[in-house]
């Protein structure tokens, strides 16, 4: 006859008999599914994502250059492999393909489109967006009034500008301010139009256009003109307008884009934060559920180890090892079935909350669309399911002790807690110990992203050897804390210890959770603050100007900054520009492409404006063709004064300059710095918004910057504004805002992860301690005692969860800060104090209320 009927009364049986302890285990399962979900929604809606199409919604078809610079190499023992990365510089179209598209049949316009920045000085100045009428079909944008321009001194305005035809405009463009009449109004948001002759020139760049729109004829559908004009470019033999200069694998044939594809055309800030959001979010995916394994494991086991003596009583009856782990199976697989479900369900509106915090607070693009079609939420099911999955397997395993014991001996094993752990177990842990400090050794030989992965690795590795030595680590602390426990502590020291002393597993999964959260928190917390300190400082001290002149809109006009260099009582102006260069190496023998950014500088303004600290050569030589490269990033790839590196402009260009000097000063000013000019040749728009003025000696700055004001004015200039006391320049990475909201979401989720799971591990034992307590209580101890023992043994928990889970964290955040900022890790205060205080409050109340009944 078959056993399933007996294994399934068991089960249930036992679920009914255990359910208190099982529920101090359901809010780590839902918690788990809840994160689990949420993040692989969140990956799987921006690896779906596209660039939201706007200004050529009314367009068919969409010509534009590739702007993806790719690197192609062969890791040891693979095939080649080639990684890319998105570039952030518009690579423009030649005009002469206007030509070729329009002779495709089925074609009945191709439209050349680029925009500009203006700005409109009339009333408050306002920042548009500037391009030809004909491209507003590609919108469509309509006039609302008025009529289309006809002349270079006319112009159509975007709808809400106060502005009506007849009305004259003031618009600067390229640092040049014009009149012009309004003879029409459109319903645009932001763009203004001139007539295709003006804007062609106003862009800045005639021989090339940003993109062109194509419109097909009536009939010819999308697919068939991808076609067509695909067979039209490549006979044509169309290349962009950088193929002579690009790096050798990429890709200079024009692309082709139709439908959502569209938006790539236009939103070229889409595809880097899509990237960079993916990487984030699935390394943090990858964390969480090497914390979730460990957390729901640890608590499943630690449910199971309570119940040791009822599993080895049904092996001792005669159940079979299969018949008790197809029990054990049943109940947990029924414990957690709903509290994965429950947390899946949440997960759908937690992952569009996320969205909307990365979006509000500009880690997302605005032209980035996040897609979430319905069949993407089946995948919070598979979430739920490795959730179940998790404490499955651990059940098997957790009940594999008393399942393989002899059914005469199986009573005798469990009567009490081993003396002595199993050698592999410590070898396990301390091997574990060992690759984690390794890989922290491996992070001081880096920079960057690799030193930060190679610290993060660091610390989980060490995180899970801590908790594998978890009872070693217990008796140690019982050690140290015994002596004044027994000396000082009374009674209730000397029962305290006792209790540690026997209890070594139990306390070692007590405080293996509390070492989780306090290493994990500590290393997300303390790396962001000491990269943010270290480049605080760094931009305060390499600050020398006295004044800074600032503008908005199409940037800082270049006769202004002529006049100001004029100007007596000045010294120095740097005219200041960012942009980003990308860097092809390889990693354990992959590809790989980094995107960093960089500053365009005036040679001569240095170190007057700005000091970036030389270390090696001299920044007096720095000039067209040469560069200046960050120590950290010299040291990582062996580069000295007279070597020349290879980097990749934003516009795929890919030079290899000389170096003339090493800065220190890179958290704040960049790996690269280059002369002003070699930088704006690779730029869409290179307009700088900021110069740095530097004062003469014996020069009153305040009135210098009066003077400086008034000079503005006079030469037109009414949108720039001159600051003393400039904010110091600091570039940061262009996912610095994102990973700041990811960390803040994964610290908070999984340190409230975490803590609920200290909640419930000591639930779980204290729930376990009631009998022991109550024997306690009858020969003789009192409730005051008891209650200090159980005090004493929360403080223990906790000083040694602080202490280890500090050390751990110690030993990558020490690898990780000389790496990258040769700085000691910094931790601001306040948050030390809400880390001690959040464990220590957890642990007391975990300890002390699941055993206030047995205490009375």
């Known amino acids: 006859m078959s056993a399933a009927p007996g294994v399934a009364l068991i089960a249930a049986r036992s679920l009914r008999t255990h359910r208190k302890a099982w529920a101090a285990v359901v809010a780590a399962l839902a918690l788990a599914s809840l994160l689990l979900g949420t993040f692989a929604l969140v990956v799987g809606a921006t690896a779906l994502g596209h660039a939201r199409v706007e200004r050529y919604a009314g367009a068919d078809a969409v010509v534009a250059a590739d702007q993806t610079t790719r690197y192609r190499a062969k890791p040891w023992g693979s095939d080649p492999q080639t990684a890319e990365s998105a570039l952030t510089e518009r690579i423009g179209v030649p005009w002469r393909v206007v030509g070729v598209l329009e002779a495709v049949d089925g074609v009945r316009a191709a439209v050349p489109d680029s925009t500009f920045p203006v700005t409109a000085e009339r009333g408050e100045r306002t920042a548009l967006t500037g391009s030809s009428w004909d491209a507003a079909g590609l919108a469509p944008y309509a006039l609302d009034a008025g009529r289309e321009p006809r002349t270079a001194g006319e112009v159509v305005m975007p709808d809400g500008r106060e502005a009506s035809a007849g009305d004259r405009v003031r618009l600067r463009t390229g640092g040049v301010a014009r009149t012009y009449t309004v003879v029409g109004v459109a319903g645009s948001t932001d763009a203004v139009h001139f007539t295709a002759d003006t804007a062609r020139r106003l862009s800045g760049h005639p021989g090339t256009a940003d993109a062109i729109g194509l419109v097909a004829e009536p009939g010819v559908g999308a697919g068939e003109l991808h076609s067509r004009v695909r067979e039209a470019l490549d006979a044509a033999k169309a290349r962009d307008a950088r193929a002579q200069v690009r790096a050798a694998d990429d890709v200079t044939a024009l692309r082709v884009f139709t439908g959502d594809g569209r938006g790539s055309a236009e939103q070229l800030a889409a595809a880097p934060a899509r990237s960079a959001l993916l990487e984030m979010c699935g390394a943090i995916a990858g964390t969480l559920v090497l914390i979730a394994v460990l957390i729901v494991a640890s608590l499943v086991a630690q449910a199971l180890r309570q119940r040791s003596g009822e599993l080895a009583l049904l092996r001792a009856v005669g159940a079979s090892p299969r018949q008790l782990r197809a029990a054990v199976g049943r109940e947990v697989v029924r414990v957690a079935l709903w509290p994965a479900l429950l947390g899946a369900a949440c997960s759908v509106p937690a992952c569009f909350g996320l969205l909307a915090l990365l979006r509000s607070g500009g880690a997302l693009p605005s032209g980035f669309e996040p897609a979430t079609p319905a069949w993407l939420f089946t995948a919070v099911l598979v979430t739920a399911g490795l959730t179940v999955g998790i404490a499955r397997l651990t059940a098997f395993l957790g009940c594999g002790p008393v399942a393989r014991a002899r059914p005469a001996e199986a009573l005798g094993q469990t009567a009490a807690e081993p003396r002595q752990e199993r050698p592999a177990r410590r070898i396990t842990g301390l091997a574990l110990l060992a690759l984690g400090i390794s890989a922290a050794g491996t992070a001081t030989l880096q920079s960057g992203t690799v030193a930060a992965a190679a610290a993060s690795t660091a610390a989980l590795t060490m995180v899970i050897g801590s908790a594998v030595l978890g009872p070693w680590i217990a008796r140690g602390a019982t050690r140290v804390a015994a002596v004044p426990l027994r000396r000082f502590g009374g009674p209730t020291g000397r029962l305290a210890a006792a209790e540690c002393a026997a209890g070594a597993r139990r306390l070692g999964a007590a405080i293996t959770p509390v070492i989780l959260v306090t290493a994990f928190v500590l290393v997300q917390l303390a790396s962001g603050a000491t990269m943010t300190r270290a480049g605080d400082e760094q931009a305060e001290a390499a600050m020398r100007a006295d004044l800074a002149l600032t503008a908005t809109g199409d940037g800082l006009p270049s006769a202004t900054l002529e006049r100001i260099r004029g100007t007596p009582g000045v010294a120095a102006v740097n005219d200041v520009l960012r942009s980003t260069v990308v860097l092809a190496d390889r990693e354990t023998g992959s590809p790989r492409l980094e995107r960093l950014p960089v500053i365009g500088i005036t040679p001569d303004a240095l170190p007057r404006t700005l000091d970036p600290g030389t270390d090696e050569g001299s920044l007096s030589q720095l000039g067209a063709g040469t560069v200046s490269v960050g120590r950290d990033r010299a040291r990582s790839m062996d580069l000295h004064p007279g070597d020349r590196v290879r980097i990749r402009?934003?516009?795929?260009?890919?030079?290899?300059?000389?170096?003339v000097a090493v800065h220190e000063r890179s958290l704040a000013?960049?790996?690269?710095?280059?002369?002003?000019?070699?930088?704006?040749?690779?730029?869409?728009?290179?307009?700088?918004?900021?110069?740095?003025?530097?004062?003469?000696?014996?020069?009153?700055?305040?009135?210098?910057r009066h003077h400086l004001a008034?000079?503005?004015?006079?030469?037109?200039?009414?949108?720039?504004?001159?600051?003393?006391?400039?904010?110091?320049?600091?570039?940061?990475?262009e996912d610095q805002r994102a990973g700041e909201i990811l960390v803040g979401v994964a610290v908070t989720a999984i340190g409230t992860f975490t803590v609920i799971a200290v909640l419930s591990t000591l639930t779980l034992i204290g729930i376990g301690r009631r009998p022991a307590l109550r024997l306690l209580r009858l020969v003789g101890a009192g409730r005051t005692q008891l209650r200090g023992m159980l005090r004493a043994e929360a403080a223990l928990i906790a000083a040694t969860g602080l202490v280890v889970g500090a050390g751990v964290a110690a030993v990558p955040l020490l690898a990780f800060s000389f790496a990258t900022a040769r700085t000691v890790p910094y931790l601001p205060p306040l948050q030390g104090l809400l880390i001690v205080a959040v464990v220590a409050v957890t642990t007391l109340a975990g300890t002390l209320a699941p055993a206030r009944r047995a205490v009375r």
């Open 649 to 659: 402009f934003g516009d795929g260009t890919e030079r290899s300059p000389r170096i």
């Open 669 to 704: 000013l960049g790996d690269f710095i280059l002369p002003r000019d070699d930088l704006a040749s690779h730029m869409s728009q290179p307009r700088s918004t900021e110069a740095l003025i530097a004062a003469a000696p014996g020069t009153d700055p305040a009135a210098l």
């Open 710 to 733: 008034e000079v503005a004015e006079s030469a037109g200039s009414s949108g720039v504004t001159v600051r003393q006391h400039p904010a110091p320049v600091r570039l940061v990475v």
